[in-house]
């Protein structure tokens, strides 16, 4: 290729710098940054709470190419696969994102005008409120957590007869390792006997797809004999002395501080003046030792179990929360849908604000 003579990249440069003249006079600015839709790369799915697609048709996208994926990889490991061929799934990826980029095929207005009365249901009055919205967003992570749900059945289920026994299922490496590397250190009891038995609702030994649901996902059931067995795991990886409680010094080394740190996250006030931690610290303890005995037992551990692993619908609420502070014009609480096509990119950007990435305690994710 000939090398551009002088004249010729000024010319590029004058030109560039007019368009980007011409941008900056386009009354849509703030729109610009984020103006491409994205879809989220195939296993992004698994595990990436601050962007749940808002618009189901977007998830069903981004989970069937999920799947084609993860069908290629599985029976490449597996080895009776059916020979690889990664650029067409590539290719139609790239298609999906066209697609909902090309305004006459996607219509981010028209979808939105079509999404409202959907959300805007508790009750029906012409706006959608921080409740309603959490709902919806909810709906949509669980929808993709059942999804994956549904697939990992697939792997653990080896006679595929829609349950899963205990014999039958296989800890992923991470819990092995935590497990095995001795045996005397059962300080782990994830993908235990236990774990698997409080699963199970009806306790017929096998775990069927929702107790396997929430098997994985023990903050988000609704199994109180799950919550209990979180609770008894909170104590165990942290009872230094074995003696099934947890003492003021075994709380402050090992959990406190993941409790605070929560704290601090739903009222930033809270944590600010504390420059020394023993005083809240101490607090919450007593404030959790109802029988004042100098020990928390797991049923005290109850109260803040969410706080130590957050639910779908802490999630939820986080996403809402980010949506309302950039779309709400009016700051009123709630979105009307001339907000929402307004702020289509909002609602339809992948791109979300870093602030969102906490790292939370929680094993699954
Ligand atoms: C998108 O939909 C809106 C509302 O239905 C309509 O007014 C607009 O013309 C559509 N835009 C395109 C490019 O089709
Ligand atoms: C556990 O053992 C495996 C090999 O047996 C080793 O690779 C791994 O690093 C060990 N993990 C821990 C936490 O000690
Ligand atoms: C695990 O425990 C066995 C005895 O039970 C001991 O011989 C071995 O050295 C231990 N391994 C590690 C990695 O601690
Ligand atoms: C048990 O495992 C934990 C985490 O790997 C480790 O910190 C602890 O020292 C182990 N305890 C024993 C007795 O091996
Ligand atoms: C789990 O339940 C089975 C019966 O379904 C029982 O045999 C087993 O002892 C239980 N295990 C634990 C650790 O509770
Ligand atoms: C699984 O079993 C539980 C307990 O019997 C039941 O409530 C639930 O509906 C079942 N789920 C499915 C998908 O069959
Ligand atoms: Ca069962």
């Given at each position: 290729m000939a090398k551009p003579s002088v004249p010729v990249v000024a010319a590029y440069v004058t030109l560039s710098v007019f368009f980007l003249f011409l941008l900056s006079l386009s009354p849509r600015r703030s729109d610009l940054t984020n103006r491409r839709l994205k879809l989220r790369p195939a296993g992004a799915a698994r595990g990436d709470h601050s962007r749940v697609p808002f618009d189901p048709l977007i998830s069903d996208i981004e989970l069937h190419r999920d799947d084609l994926e993860w069908e290629r990889s599985h029976f490449l490991s597996t080895g009776d696969a059916p020979p690889a061929e990664p650029l067409p799934e590539w290719k139609d990826f790239m298609d999906a994102e066209d697609y909902i980029n090309d305004e006459d095929r996607f219509n981010v207005t028209y979808r939105i005008s079509v999404l409202f009365p959907k959300i805007d249901v508790a009750p029906t009055d012409g706006f959608v409120t921080r409740e309603e919205l959490t709902e919806w967003n909810l709906k949509q992570e669980e929808k993709e957590v059942m999804h994956n749900t549904r697939r990992d059945m697939n792997i653990f289920?080896?006679?595929?007869?829609?349950f899963i026994s205990f014999q039958e299922y296989e800890p992923p490496s991470w819990v092995r390792e935590l497990n095995d590397n001795?045996?005397?250190?059962?300080t782990f009891g994830w993908w235990k006997e236990e774990h698997f038995n409080a699963s199970d609702i009806d306790e017929n030994g096998l775990l069927n797809l929702t107790e396997f649901n929430d098997f994985l996902h023990p903050a988000d059931s609704n199994n109180p004999k799950l919550i209990e067995w979180l609770c008894r795991e909170e104590i165990r990886e942290r009872d230094k002395d074995k003696d099934g409680k947890l003492s003021y010094q075994e709380y402050l080394t090992g959990l406190f501080r993941l409790i605070r740190n929560y704290d601090e996250f739903y009222s930033?006030?809270?944590?600010?003046?504390?420059?020394?931690?023993e005083i809240p610290a101490k607090k919450l303890f007593t404030h959790l030792d109802l029988d004042n005995d100098g020990f928390l037992t797991a049923a005290e551990l109850k109260p803040v179990i969410h706080d130590l692993h957050p639910s779908e619908r802490f999630f939820a609420k986080q996403q809402t929360d980010y949506v309302l502070s950039q779309a709400d014009t009016d700051k009123d609480g709630r979105l009307s849908l001339k907000e929402m096509i307004d702020n289509p990119y909002v609602f339809y950007s992948a791109i979300f604000s870093e602030e969102n990435d906490y790292i939370y305690h929680d094993e699954f994710r």
């Open positions: 289920d080896k006679n595929h007869d829609g001795n045996s005397t250190n059962d930033p006030t809270h944590g600010a003046a504390d420059t020394s931690s």
